[in-house]
């Protein structure tokens, strides 16, 4: 059986792995606006978006607005990853169980803080997935406060959250939704941590395995994916864009 043909597809130069994706042609274009016009120009069918900052600049929104089908959050809705101060006021005001936690923006006020419960200190805004640390003791907790409004994740430290700290197995649940309806992917573990043994700084994803050998049944989709439910009622006001993957 000879190779499937696939559908053409175009990329942005620059980003990590363009230069090898398998049949892709690389256009240059100096901003976002050259992205949808070219976008337009070209009919593209579908456009996908993996980088978290063009999503909470709003690309998807100007791909939208420019009649072009995308797959990615609005800016509203990337706030989810984009801040997690944003994130942890989100899940508590709509009662979604998480680590409790406080969001400084001033770091005499975050050294000062007489926290409950070890911590695990975060840069509230992005930070290539390298901008959560987990100390060992108060000494690193305050090391690593200073670090963030030092400027080392630039903007994306200006916020810190300090979180409780909490230990055991890590699971993440994706769902692919169109705004109305949702499907949930098999669970998945992501490792972080640099070294064997749990140990090293975090980063960005040293890589993941799923479907997750561990988690519970009541956790583990038996089916396919499907359309299984719809989001819960929202507030009374627009929601959110969503044409893209959540996660829990």
């Given at each position: 059986m000879?190779p499937r043909?696939?559908?053409?597809?175009?990329?942005?130069?620059?980003?990590?792995g363009?230069?090898?994706t398998l049949g892709a042609k690389?256009?240059?274009?100096a901003?976002?606006?050259d992205?949808?016009?070219?976008a337009?120009a070209?009919?593209?069918?579908?456009?996908?978006i993996?980088?978290?900052a063009?999503?909470?600049?709003g690309?998807?929104d100007?791909f939208?607005?420019?009649?072009?089908?995308?797959?990615?959050?609005?800016?509203?809705?990337a706030q989810?990853?984009?801040?997690?101060?944003?994130?942890?006021?989100?899940?508590n005001r709509?009662?979604?169980?998480?680590a409790?936690?406080?969001?400084?923006t001033?770091?005499?006020?975050?050294l000062?803080w007489?926290a409950?419960?070890?911590?695990?200190v975060?840069?509230?805004?992005?930070a290539?997935?390298?901008?959560?640390?987990?100390?060992?003791?108060?000494?690193?907790a305050?090391?690593?406060?200073r670090?963030?409004?030092?400027?080392?994740?630039?903007?994306?430290?200006?916020?810190?959250?300090?979180e409780?700290r909490?230990t055991?197995p890590?699971l993440?649940?994706?769902?692919l939704?169109?705004?109305e309806?949702f499907a949930?992917?098999p669970?998945?573990?992501?490792h972080?941590?640099?070294l064997?043994g749990?140990?090293?700084p975090?980063?960005?994803g040293?890589g993941?395995?799923?479907?997750?050998?561990?988690?519970?049944?009541?956790?583990?989709?038996?089916?396919p994916?499907s359309?299984p439910?719809?989001?819960p009622a929202w507030p009374?006001?627009?929601?959110?864009?969503?044409a893209a993957c959540t996660?829990?």
């Amino acid at each position: 059986m000879g190779p499937r043909a696939l559908p053409e597809r175009r990329a942005r130069p620059g980003g990590l792995g363009n230069g090898g994706t398998l049949g892709a042609k690389l256009h240059p274009v100096a901003d976002d606006g050259d992205l949808v016009a070219l976008a337009r120009a070209e009919a593209v069918d579908l456009v996908v978006i993996g980088p978290e900052a063009p999503l909470a600049a709003g690309l998807a929104d100007a791909f939208r607005a420019a009649g072009v089908p995308c797959f990615g959050p609005g800016a509203a809705a990337a706030q989810l990853e984009a801040s997690k101060a944003h994130a942890k006021a989100f899940m508590n005001r709509h009662g979604i169980p998480t680590a409790a936690h406080r969001a400084f923006t001033d770091a005499a006020a975050a050294l000062a803080w007489p926290a409950p419960w070890p911590v695990v200190v975060k840069a509230s805004g992005l930070a290539a997935g390298k901008g959560v640390i987990v100390p060992d003791d108060h000494a690193g907790a305050e090391a690593a406060i200073r670090d963030l409004f030092a400027g080392r994740y630039g903007e994306g430290g200006q916020t810190v959250v300090l979180e409780e700290r909490l230990t055991g197995p890590e699971l993440s649940i994706l769902a692919l939704c169109d705004g109305e309806r949702f499907a949930l992917l098999p669970p998945a573990q992501d490792h972080k941590r640099l070294l064997d043994g749990d140990r090293g700084p975090n980063t960005g994803g040293m890589g993941a395995l799923a479907p997750a050998r561990w988690p519970p049944t009541r956790c583990s989709p038996r089916r396919p994916p499907s359309w299984p439910g719809r989001w819960p009622a929202w507030p009374p006001r627009a929601p959110p864009t969503w044409a893209a993957c959540t996660w829990g």
